[in-house]
């Protein structure tokens, strides 16, 4: 009798796991990793380009950013996109970018 709760309880709890795991990302979530996606794309084009990090700030210092978070946020990204040693492609920098920040966003519900 106690094996058969046991693998009941456990079944049970695997389920569970999975279903949190397989909970789609809302509308925001997607948005904010789409847009930060976008600006360590744009940051790793900038770099590639020779442009310097004081340019690239600059750059974002006269942009307009609907949330003001935005502005902060996007001088974090380009930053840290500059500090990597990475040569990567600016499309692959926005795909491994909105990956991870999917799962984060994942993870943390």
Known sequence: MRAILLTAASCMLVSVAVGAQAKALNKNDRYVCNWGAQIAADAQQAKLSGVTLYAARKRLQVRK??????????????????????RLKPTAIRQTYYEQCTQHAVARR
């Open 65 to 86: 950013f609907p949330k003001p978070w935005m502005r902060m946020t996007a001088f974090g990204i380009t930053e840290q996109t500059y500090n990597s040693r990475s």
